[in-house]
Structures are given as structure tokens and as C-alpha cells.
């Protein structure tokens, strides 16, 4: 019987599953040691519990920016906007090559639908992503609820 490969699209709903029934916030909030630590997992890990939060949050847009060596990580909803912690540097790189191989994007910019199976249904993101000398960001956009 041949193992299956897990991509990186299906880590991440995998992990969306995992962590769906926990505090998003206080799990972003957990410090990772990147010493003892799997980057990848780590990124995708982050990235899940960023999607969940604002999931709940029912937010619209979820940003993650870096921009000259400082990482900002926002939600915004529609009348507030929420500034959470980032992840080391080292996973944020990781997320970002992680997001652009999910949607496929090897330009510096770019803009894909990413459909993500939540248990027992569907979230269809929009995602964009820019890149240029030394900054980086990345947008999802979610539907509204």
C-alpha cells in the first residue's frame, strides 16, 4: 500500500482541524523556540490558527506584512482592526514560501482562490501576495458572513 504525501494545501486544513476546537489567540500567542522546533510545521501551525482567528473574528481581511527587518500581523473587521503577535522570522519566511507554494504564485506578485475544507464545509479565500527589494506581504480576503 503506497503512503500518501500530504502538500501543504492539505497540512493546512489538517491543522485547521486540529487546532478548530482551541483559544486562536492564545495559541498565537504561545512563543516558539525556533531552536527545537520543525519551521515548517511551525509556519503552517501559525498560519491555521491566523485563518481560524479571523474566521471567528468574521473579519474580512487578514495581513501579514514584512517590511525592513519588522513583521505586522493584522485583522481587520468592520469596525476594528486587531494587531496580533508575529512569528519569529524565521517561521514568517517559511509562510510566505509556504503560501506561495499553496497557491502556485513564483512572480513577486500575485492573486489566487485558495478553497479551504473546514470539517464539514468550505471557506473560498482570495489571496494576494506581493514581494519587491525588502518587503513582503501577503492578503487573504474572506467572504462575508
Known sequence: MEKLSLNFH?????????????DFLA?????IDVQSTNLEEEAIRYFALLILYTLTEKAQQLTVKKQ??????TVDAVHEKNVLPPPPKEIADKLFEIIRAIIHIDT?????????????GQVD???KVKRKEDEESMQLLFPEF
Open 108 to 120: 513577486d506578485n500575485g492573486e489566487m482562490a485558495l478553497a479551504l475544507g473546514l470539517r464539514s
Open 10 to 22: 492539505m497540512k493546512l486544513q489538517e491543522m485547521c482541524d486540529c487546532y478548530m476546537d482551541t
Open 68 to 73: 525592513k527587518g519588522t513583521l505586522k500581523v
Open 125 to 127: 479565500l482570495q489571496v
Open 27 to 31: 495559541e498565537i500567542k504561545h512563543p
